[in-house]
């Protein structure tokens, strides 16, 4: 179930925080099967992977 709290945030689970939180191996960005969303039931994108590599500009 998708939970919608804002109007444009939209968020399909809620990660738990770790006993240990850890500290990243580098800045990378990655992404795996985001879905975005206009409305709940109009989706925009579906299962989007991306991953951004450390120092690189995307837009």
């Given at each position: 179930m998708?939970?919608?709290?804002?109007?444009?945030?939209?968020?399909s689970s809620v990660l738990a925080?770790?006993?240990?939180?850890q500290q990243p191996q580098d800045a990378s960005i990655i992404l795996?099967?985001?879905?975005?969303?206009?409305?709940?039931d109009h989706p925009a994108r579906q299962d989007v992977s991306?991953?951004?590599?450390?120092?690189k500009v995307t837009a």
């Open positions: 998708v939970n919608c709290d804002q109007e444009y945030l939209c968020i925080e770790p006993a240990r939180p795996q099967k985001v879905t975005f969303l206009y409305r709940e991306l991953t951004i590599p450390v120092s």
